[in-house]
């Protein structure tokens, strides 16, 4: 989408959001209003009210809209005083209004923007009238605490979307519905992969014997490319004294989402949000010279993060992940090449995947606070990182997009975001450059000159936390994983028990070549079993009967109702192989 159509869809979406509020408000006129801003994929308004909205009340509001819309209001910028906007929502005792006008400095500009009898406080755009805004629809409520702090007010937020086409908005909703289906929290419940038990904790994942089967197939090979590539697996501990997380700069930046210390033996421990002063204590364990570098760290790490209730959601937000994390320690004449073995690597990892559709995004500090606290380090020094960052993805000769706002604390990064058979993006990799922590921990190796010299480190996790790479795996194939990756690839069927003792035989020959086979011994009907495995989704079914046992052959079946008809177990063991071999994302 190109930035004029953006600009012009934020411009009917802010004003949709206009219309949601003053359709609440004709009839809830009690209700408070909080904000109501447009989003990528639509819009939302907060709303202060007593009673709690219903799913029922949605389509009385969207009722309401449609009026508006129809009445075709025009709309209207006034720019006012700060003294007049104060008595003006005095009056109307809009709270959260009154709020945001105290933070407005004295002297700036505030614009009131109105429709018919409605007003708000608003620097805009918006379409010039209601009637314009003719393709939309509410989606669902959730709750949002107002200005996003837990000990603020808790309003009721309603979202929606609008698009200029219908058939746009038409095709929006079916992949909303699409992504229902897909939903890797259902999917994970019916295939039995993962649970989340209250009793453990909220956010918390417990893998089952399938989901835990996946996990460690994805970690094995992970793990086996990461060696390829010239990276060392390294172990660390769950936790580390408190003073470890101060040095680092993580006890001060991140404390927030890090869970509260423990006290023993007069000590003080935290568990580890992050593994890299880990890596770093390994880089120090030895005298390091410049024919050492680059060295690659790598380690399958456990890391614990206290994300707030409100934003936990299956697997792709927890308090307890297992990153696939790396850190590299290179000199600066080795910079650029390892920035781009790091991108290459990832691109090749994720085509295994079958995601070919990336994005890369080079994240930046927001410049506005660049000088409040918020990011470690010399701002000339961070002008001349950025700088080069940016220089190096040139030279790379790919797209990229400037994310400004999303660097880390400690230094810019490179961010690939992969897309979806829904077309979603999802960050996946993200490769930061580090000028805190090899300061801080006093990090050095010899040089050719004889001299010591400061090492640039490297943060990168090629798929990121497993967790989310296996929600967005789900949900990028409906549960239908590749044959590779499936934690069960086939599954026999007999048809009565006097083929069960054949059956077995064949599992047996396949699991010895690394097939993972089951057979279904159960006292169902055929039909019924082949539902089941359909419902599994399970990408093989062997169907053997009186025939498929006298000529030793399998009936087979193919995920999605694909019958193959008869094979020699030869012939169908090679082509599973071979299906293997190349990660046929079928």
């Known amino acids: 989408m190109s930035n004029e ?11 949709a959001a206009h219309i949601l509020a003053q359709a609440v408000k004709r009839l809830y006129p009690e209700v408070k209003l909080a904000i109501g801003p447009s989003t990528d994929t639509g819009f939302y308004y907060d709303f202060d009210r007593e009673i709690s909205f219903t799913p029922e009340d949605l389509g009385l509001i969207q009722e309401e809209m449609k009026k508006i819309v129809k009445e075709n209001l025009p709309i209207t910028c006034k720019e006012i005083t700060k003294e007049e906007a104060l008595t003006s929502f005095t009056t109307s005792k809009d709270i959260y209004k009154l709020e945001l006008l105290e933070a407005i400095p004295e002297g700036d500009k505030i614009t009131i923007f109105e429709q018919g009898e409605f007003a708000d406080l608003c620097k805009g755009p918006h379409m010039e009238k209601t009637g314009q805004v003719r393709n939309f629809k509410l989606l669902k409520l959730a ?23 219908k058939k746009e908005l038409k095709e929006y909703l079916r992949l909303l519905e699409e992504a229902k289906k897909r939903d890797h929290r259902k999917i994970g419940k019916e295939l039995g992969y993962f649970i989340f038990d209250e009793q453990v904790g909220a956010g918390l994942p417990i893998w089952l014997p399938k989901g835990a089967k996946l996990l460690s197939m994805i970690e094995a090979y992970d793990t086996k490319k990461h060696e390829e590539s010239g990276y060392k697996e390294v172990r660390s501990p769950h936790l580390g004294l408190v003073d470890l997380w101060k040095t680092s700069g993580h006890y001060y930046h991140y404390l927030d989402t890090m869970f509260p210390p423990m006290e023993r033996d007069n000590q003080t421990f935290m568990v580890k949000p992050m593994n890299c002063p880990f890596h770093v204590s390994v880089y120090k364990a030895g005298l390091r010279s410049y024919r050492d570098l680059p060295i690659r760290y790598f380690e399958l790490g456990k890391v614990y993060r206290y994300e707030k209730s409100g934003v936990l959601h299956g697997l792709l937000r927890v308090r307890s992940f297992t990153q ?3 850190h590299i320690f290179c000199s600066a004449e080795q910079l650029e090449q390892e920035l781009n073995s790091i991108r290459e690597f990832s691109v090749n990892l994720f085509k295994d995947f079958g995601f070919t559709d990336l994005e890369i995004y080079v994240s930046i500090r927001d410049k ?16 001349l990182i950025e700088k080069e960052f940016i220089s190096i993805v040139e030279r790379m000769g790919i797209p990229y997009q400037i994310d400004p706002g999303e660097a880390k604390f400690y230094g810019p990064a490179i961010d690939i975001k992969l897309r979806d058979a829904l ?10 450059i580090d000028f805190n922590l090899p300061t801080k921990f006093g990090l050095t190796y010899i040089g050719e000159d004889g001299e010591a010299h400061v090492p640039f480190m490297l943060h990168t996790a090629a798929l990121g936390s497993m967790e989310r790479f296996i929600a967005i795996l789900l949900e990028n194939y409906a549960g239908n994983l590749p044959l590779w990756i499936s934690p069960e690839q086939v599954r026999i069927i007999p048809i009565c028990d006097e083929n069960i003792p054949y059956s077995k035989e064949i599992c047996n020959t396949l699991n010895e070549v690394g097939i993972r086979t089951s057979v279904d011994e159960g006292s169902e009907r055929m039909n019924a079993k082949i539902r089941k495995g359909e419902i599994e989704k399970i990408p093989y079914l062997f169907i053997i009967g009186k025939n498929e046992q006298e000529e030793e052959k399998v009936s087979v079946r193919k995920r999605h109702r694909k019958n193959l008809g008869s094979m020699t177990l030869d012939e169908i063991k090679l082509r599973l192989l071979e299906e293997i071999e190349k990660k046929v994302n079928d």
């Open 5 to 15: 159509n953006e600009k012009s869809l934020e411009k009917l979406r802010h004003s």
């Open 143 to 165: 709750g949002a605490y107002w200005r996003g702090k837990e000990t603020n007010q808790m309003l009721q937020r309603i979202y929606g979307t609008a698009f200029f086409d």
């Open 324 to 326: 696939d994390d790396a």
């Open 368 to 383: 506005e606070h660049s000088d409040a606290g918020k990011y470690i380090g010399d701002t000339k020094e961070w002008d």
């Open 423 to 432: 077309g979603r993006l999802w960050q996946c990799t993200t490769i930061q």
